[in-house]
C-alpha cells in the first residue's frame, strides 16, 4: 500500500454508541480532559454488564417505518451509522456518487425473537413429540420477514434501501477481525485502483440475551465490578459488550479531492493476521505484523489505540506487545477505546478506525480511557496513530493512521 | 495489451487449477458431473427430521458424508474440507498442510439449532429461571463448551486454515446466495492486486433443518411440489412455484496464470472477470426494471474484456422461483440482445438444488467442468415458459464448444455477482 500514489482517505466518520452519536459529539466526550465516564448497565443484564446505546430517533436516517419494520435494532443502528457517515462526507443524496459506491460491512448474525424461543422450549419440554411441535410453532410463530433481519448480509442490504448507496456489498463475518477485513479490502482496492469510495463499518446491538448467551457459551464476557479492559485479568477477564454503530468513509484521495471532499486521516497500512494462539503467540504475531510497518521512530512518541478487549490471556498478550515497543524505539501512549465504549466485536476495529481519524483530524491525543498505568500520563500530539484489534478468541490486527497528504495524488 | 499471461488491462491473468466439489448427487467432482450431464436429480424426501405440518418436505440434502449427530456447522464444515482437499490435490499446489495463499470462505449462518437451545435449556438450572436467562445461567456452567463452534462465526474458516495451512487471516464472508462467487471475486481481485499468487475459495452450506427450512417458506419462496420430488426444480419452467433447499460445498484453487504454468500445473480454465452490483429496490426482489442484475452483468463483461456475443453458453443462476427466472431473462436480454435466444442457458438448480451460500462455487465447479468438457449439463423438468424464450438445454447433456461461460449469482439483500470463465488459450 505504501508504494502507491492513491491515499486511502477517511472522509465521512458515522459513529453511535452508549455515550453519544456523531463524529463530533465523540471527540467531545472522550477528548476533554475531565475522562468520559462509561456509560453501563450493570442490572439488566446482571451478571453481565453492557454499555447501552444512547437514545436514538432512528427515524432521523430511517424516515420509513416500514424500513425499520423490516429490521432488527443491530440493523438500524448500522443503517443509522451509515447514514451519518455519508452524510458527513458530503454524500447524502448525491445518487450519481452513491451509486458508486462499495459496502464492506463486518457483521455476524442477526437478532433472534426471544419471546418465542423461550415459550417454545417451555412447550417442547412438556410436548410428547418435540419435533412435531417444533415444526408446528416455528410454522406458526416465526414472523415471516425475521430471517431478513438475521442475515448477516442484510444491514448491506438495508444501507442500499434507505440510503441508496448501490456500488455494491460485501459482508465479512468473524467477530473483531471481520471488522479488520472489511477495511482492509476497501483499502486494497482504494490502492490497487479496484475501486473509488468505499462505507466500510458494523453495528451490534448488545442490549439482547441471544448475543450474551452466544458470548457466555465461550466465556468471553466479563463478570464483576465494572473496571477498564487492563484491569479484569484478577476476574478472570472478558468483555464488557458495547451497542455501537462505526462507519467510516474511505475514498481514494484523488476521488475525493476531485468533488472537493475533506480528509479526516489517512488510512496508511492496514495488517492482520491469524495466530494459533495454541503454540504461537498473539504478542509475537503482532510484533511481525508492527516491524512489517517499517516505522521509523524519529522521536519516541507513539500513539496507540488499543482494541483490547480485556478477554484473557490475550489482553495481557497485547500489554507484552506494547511493552517491547521499546526495544523499537518507541514509547507507546496507550488508550484502550473498549473501557469507556465497549467491546464493539464486528464493530470494534471501525469504532477505533473513526477515533482515530477524528484525533488525527485534530492533531491532538486522548486522555486515559481508564484510571491504569497502562494509560498513564498525557500523551503528544497525535502525528500518527497506531490501531491494534486482538481478536478476542482469534485473530491479530494493526493500522496505521496518519495525516492526509494533500499532495497525494 | 492482452496477452497469455496479462489481460486486456495489464493485469495478470488468473487460471483455475484445482476443483472439489460435495452435491446431493454425490461426493466428487465426477460423482456430481457425471449424474448432473445425464439429467439425475439430488432431491428427494426430507429424511433428517420429521416434516409433519410443513408445507415443503423435500430437499438436497447431503446424507452421506459421515457427520451425525446433523449439525449446520459440522456438515458444512465437512463438506467445506472434502471439496478443498479434492481442489488441492488436483491442483498439486503447496505443501501438505501448507497451502500457498489465502482462504476465502463463505459459510451459513453460525447459530445454535434447537437441539442446542434444548440441550442448553433442558440442563438443570442453578437459578430456576426460565428462557434465555435459565440458557445463560447452564452456559455458565461450562457443561456446554462444546457448542462454541456453533456461534463463532469463523469457526468454519479456521478449521480450514488449520487443515490446508492456508495463508494469514482466512476471509470469511457472506453475500447470500451470491456468496460462492464473492469467494471468486476477492481470490480474483487479490492475485490481481499481486497480493498472492494463489487462493483458496470455498462456499458451502449444510442449513437443511427444520428452522432453516421453515423460514424461507415463509418468505414464501420454495417449491411445495413434494409429491414428485425430482420435478420440484425447475427453472424457466411456466409452472415453476419455488426453489427447492439443497446442500453443497465448492472449491477452486485460483492462481496467477505465470505462477501455474511456472510450476508446470494443468491449466483448467481462466477466471476472465467479476462484476457486481447492489440492488436497492427490496430485500428479497429485485427491481422490476432488473438495473441491478444488468449492472453486474455488464460490470462484468467488461472487467473481462468480453464481448456479449463471445458468451458461449450461460450457466444461470435460475432459482426456479417466478421472481428470478424471469429478472434473470429480462437482465440477460438487455445484455445479450438477440443473441440471447441461440445462447444455450441451464440451471444446475434443477438436478442439485438450490446450495443458497454455497451456489455460486458449485456453479463455478460445473461451469469450468462445462468447459474442460464440452458438454453443456441439462436442465431437467423444463416446461417452456412462453414468457422466456430461452434456449435452455433440456434433459440431458448436450455437445457443445465451449470457450467462454457467464455463471450468474445473485441473492437476498440485492446481491449480484457474476463471473466469465474461458477456456485457456490454445
Known amino acids: ?409 | 495489451m492482452a496477452s497469455r499471461t496479462r489481460d486486456h488491462k495489464g493485469r495478470p491473468v488468473v487460471a483455475v487449477t484445482g476443483l472439489g466439489l460435495v452435491t446431493s448427487l454425490g461426493a466428487g467432482k465426477h460423482t456430481s458431473w457425471a449424474g448432473l450431464v445425464t439429467g439425475q436429480s439430488g432431491i428427494k424426501p426430507i429424511t433428517r427430521f420429521p416434516t409433519d405440518g410443513l408445507k415443503t418436505t423435500i430437499a438436497g440434502t447431503v446424507d452421506d458424508m459421515d457427520v451425525a449427530p446433523y449439525a449446520a456447522h459440522d456438515l458444512s464444515a465437512r463438506m467445506a474440507e472434502a471439496a478443498a482437499a479434492e481442489a488441492i490435490a488436483q491442483a498439486r499446489i503447496g505443501r501438505r498442510s501448507h497451502f500457498p495463499g489465502p482462504l476465502i470462505i463463505a459459510t451459513p449462518p453460525s447459530e445454535l439449532e434447537w437441539p442446542h437451545l434444548r440441550r442448553l435449556h433442558g440442563a438443570s438450572s442453578a437459578t430456576g429461571g426460565e428462557g434465555y436467562a435459565q440458557m445463560l445461567a447452564n452456559a455458565r456452567t461450562r457443561a456446554f463448551d462444546d457448542l462454541a463452534r456453533h456461534v463463532r462465526f469463523a469457526a468454519i474458516a479456521d478449521r480450514l486454515k488449520a487443515a490446508f495451512g492456508t495463508q494469514g487471516e482466512p476471509l470469511s464472508i457472506c453475500t447470500a446466495c451470491a456468496s460462492g462467487a464473492t469467494t471468486i471475486q476477492l481470490g480474483l481481485e487479490a492475485i490481481r492486486r499481486g497480493d498472492t499468487e494463489a487462493a483458496l475459495c470455498v462456499g458451502t452450506d449444510a442449513t437443511v433443518h427444520p428452522e432453516g427450512l421453515i423460514r424461507f417458506s415463509l418468505l414464501s419462496a420454495l417449491s411445495t411440489a413434494n409429491a414428485e420430488p425430482t420435478k420440484a426444480s425447475k427453472p424457466f419452467s411456466k409452472n415453476r412455484d419455488g426453489f427447492v433447499m439443497a446442500e453443497g460445498a465448492g472449491a477452486l484453487v485460483l492462481e496467477s496464470y505465470d505462477s501455474a504454468r511456472a510450476r508446470g500445473a494443468r491449466v483448467l480454465a481462466i477466471v476472465r472477470g467479476c462484476g457486481e452490483k447492489a440492488d436497492e429496490h427490496h430485500r428479497t426482489r429485485s427491481r422490476p426494471d432488473g438495473a441491478a442484475v444488468i449492472g453486474a452483468i455488464r460490470k462484468t463483461l467488461d472487467d473481462a474484456g468480453v464481448e456479449p456475443h463471445e458468451i458461449d453458453y450461460v450457466n444461470a443462476h435460475g432459482t426456479s422461483t417466478p421472481e428470478n427466472d424471469r429478472m434473470e431473462y429480462i437482465a440477460l436480454g438487455a445484455v445479450l440482445g438477440d443473441r440471447l435466444r441461440d445462447t444455450p442457458i441451464s440451471s444446475n438448480k434443477s438436478m442439485v438444488g438450490h446450495t443458497l451460500i454455497a451456489a455460486g462455487s458449485v456453479e463455478a465447479v460445473f461451469s469450468v467442468l462445462t468447459i474442460e468438457s464440452g458438454l453443456l449439463p441439462p436442465t431437467i423438468n423444463y416446461d417452456p415458459d412462453p414468457d422466456l424464450p430461452l434456449d435452455v438445454v433440456p434433459d440431458i447433456g448436450r455437445a457443445a464448444r465451449v470457450g467462454t461461460v457467464l455463471s450468474n449469482s445473485f441473492g437476498f439483500g440485492g446481491q449480484n455477482v457474476c463471473v466469465v470463465f474461458s477456456a485457456e488459450p490454445a
Open chain 1, 1 to 409: 500500500m505504501a508504494e502507491s500514489g492513491r491515499e486511502v482517505w477517511i472522509t465521512g466518520i458515522g459513529l453511535v454508541s452508549s455515550l453519544t452519536e456523531g463524529a463530533d459529539a465523540h471527540w467531545q466526550a472522550l477528548s476533554s480532559t475531565a475522562a468520559a465516564r462509561p456509560v453501563v448497565d450493570g442490572t439488566r443484564f446482571a451478571p453481565y454488564a453492557v454499555h447501552p446505546l444512547t437514545p436514538l430517533d432512528f427515524t432521523k436516517q430511517i424516515p420509513r417505518t416500514s424500513d425499520q419494520r423490516q429490521m432488527e435494532r443491530w440493523q438500524r443502528i448500522g443503517v443509522y451509522a451509515a447514514g451519518l457517515a455519508l452524510a458527513d462526507a458530503g454524500l447524502a443524496g448525491d445518487q450519481a456518487t452513491l451509486d458508486r459506491v462499495d459496502l464492506c460491512i463486518a457483521a455476524g448474525n442477526g437478532e433472534r425473537d426471544l419471546a418465542l424461543d423461550a415459550r417454545l422450549l417451555a412447550a417442547l419440554d412438556d410436548s410428547e413429540s418435540p419435533e412435531h411441535t417444533l415444526n408446528r410453532e416455528l410454522a406458526a410463530g416465526l414472523r415471516p420477514t425475521l430471517y431478513l433481519g438475521q442475515l448477516s448480509n442484510l444491514l448491506a442490504g438495508n444501507i442500499s434501501i434507505v440510503h441508496k448507496a448501490t456500488g455494491s456489498s460485501r459482508t465479512f463475518k468473524g467477530e473483531e477481525m471481520a471488522g479488520v477485513s472489511a477495511v482492509a479490502d476497501a483499502a486494497s482496492r482504494i490502492t490497487a485502483d479496484q475501486g473509488d469510495i468505499f462505507l466500510a463499518g458494523g453495528a451490534l446491538n448488545t442490549e439482547r440475551e441471544d448475543l450474551l448467551l452466544g458470548c457466555e457459551i465461550t466465556h468471553a464476557l466479563a463478570t464483576g465490578p465494572y473496571r477498564s479492559v487492563w484491569e479484569r485479568s484478577a476476574d478472570g477477564g472478558g468483555i464488557v459488550p458495547g451497542s455501537v454503530g462505526a462507519f467510516l468513509v474511505l475514498e481514494a484521495s484523488s476521488h475525493a479531492q476531485k468533488r472537493g471532499a475533506a480528509p479526516y486521516a489517512r488510512l496508511s497500512r492496514i495488517l492482520s493476521e491469524r495466530t494459533s494462539r495454541n503454540g504461537e503467540q498473539s504478542a509475537t504475531t503482532a510484533l511481525r505484523l508492527f516491524d512489517d510497518l517499517s516505522l521509523k521512530p524519529e522521536n519516541s512518541d507513539l500513539c496507540v489505540l488499543s482494541g483490547a478487549s480485556g478477554v484473557e490471556p490475550v489482553t495481557t498478550e497485547e500489554r507484552k506487545f506494547l511493552e517491547t515497543l521499546d526495544q523499537r524505539g518507541f514509547d507507546p501512549c496507550v488508550r484502550a477505546w473498549g473501557s469507556v465504549l465497549g467491546h464493539g466485536m464486528e464493530a470494534h476495529f471501525p469504532t477505533g478506525l473513526a477515533l482515530a481519524a477524528l484525533a488525527i483530524s485534530k492533531g491532538a491525543f486522548y486522555p486515559p480511557f481508564g484510571p491504569t498505568e497502562v494509560e498513564a500520563g498525557y500523551g503528544p500530539p497525535a502525528a500518527r496513530i497506531l490501531l491494534t484489534c486482538f481478536g478476542h478468541w482469534r485473530g491479530e490486527g494493526l493500522a496505521l493512521v496518519e495525516p492526509a497528504r494533500e499532495s497525494a495524488e
